[in-house]
């Protein structure tokens, strides 16, 4: 065992414990903006209940008025035209306002009728307002400050990344220079590392299975292999000293 081989492979443990944290932090980073924009929809889809339910109720308000008003109007016109059926001058005008005052009758009925349904509808929306209320009362703060907590931790996922990265960059001049230059090889191509660890036989990089005299090896740590499937350089490190994000 070499100094050089040993001090790499101490090297590329923590550059591989780095990545590894880099990985979780990515991943935060793509995952994180869907969660939010999940969060955002619920918050905007219970505001909009609310405002719904308020303007249905303020409509059948409105028409409740209307009717009662044109109600009113009906009688008031039927009073007037009794009073004319009295001073009529024959048959003929005698039954053109019966036919008047039948008309609004007709209509003074219809319009209670949907006096009653409005009574229902508007008991069913009030339930709705306050169904509504209900919801943002009890959910919409925690759903907003879940909101800011994935906003949080976008921005510390981002900050964690960059001081990664630097840690990296300066961890990368300490190896020799022909595991660096593979090291740097291999990154470039896969995009997020260099190196893998093997969890059991299989490479953490790509999840194939590493042959079993090759785990043996790896896991002596004296000696510098690579994933045949994914060209990674293959280190071991104990389960219990994986970085936790
Ligand atoms: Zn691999």
Redesign the pocket.
Same mark, same amino acid.
């Given at each position: 065992m070499t100094m050089t081989v040993e001090s790499d492979i101490q090297f590329l443990i923590q550059m591989a414990q780095k990545d590894l944290q880099m990985k979780e932090n990515k991943r935060i980073l793509e995952t994180a903006p869907l969660t939010i924009r999940k969060l955002e929809k619920e918050v905007s889809d219970m505001d909009e209940r609310y405002t719904e339910a308020e303007a249905e109720l303020e409509k059948l308000k409105k028409e409740e008025i209307r009717l009662d008003g044109d109600v009113k109007d009906d009688r008031a016109a039927i009073v007037t035209k009794k009073n004319e059926l009295l001073i009529v001058k024959d048959n003929k005008e005698y039954a053109a306002k019966t036919s008047e005052i039948q008309f609004l009758e007709n209509k003074i009925e219809g319009h209670e009728n949907r006096g009653l349904e409005i009574l229902t509808l508007l008991e069913a929306e009030k339930k709705e307002v306050a169904a509504a209320t209900e919801k943002i009362n009890t959910e919409k703060d925690t759903k907003l400050a879940a909101k800011k907590d994935w906003e949080d931790k976008i921005e510390e996922a981002k900050a964690t990344l960059a001081r990664l990265e630097k840690e990296r960059a300066g961890t990368l001049p300490l190896l020799s220079e022909r595991i660096r230059k593979r090291y740097e090889r291999i990154l470039k191509v896969k995009g997020d590392s260099g190196v893998?660890n093997l969890i059991g036989a299989v +490479?953490q990089?790509?999840f194939?299975r590493v042959p079993p005299q090759q785990v043996h090896e790896v896991r002596r740590n004296d000696t510098i292999l690579t994933?045949e499937? +994914?060209?990674?350089i293959l280190i071991y490190f104990p389960a219990d000293q994986e970085p936790k994000s």
């Open positions: 893998a +490479c990089g790509c194939s994933c499937a +994914c060209g990674r």
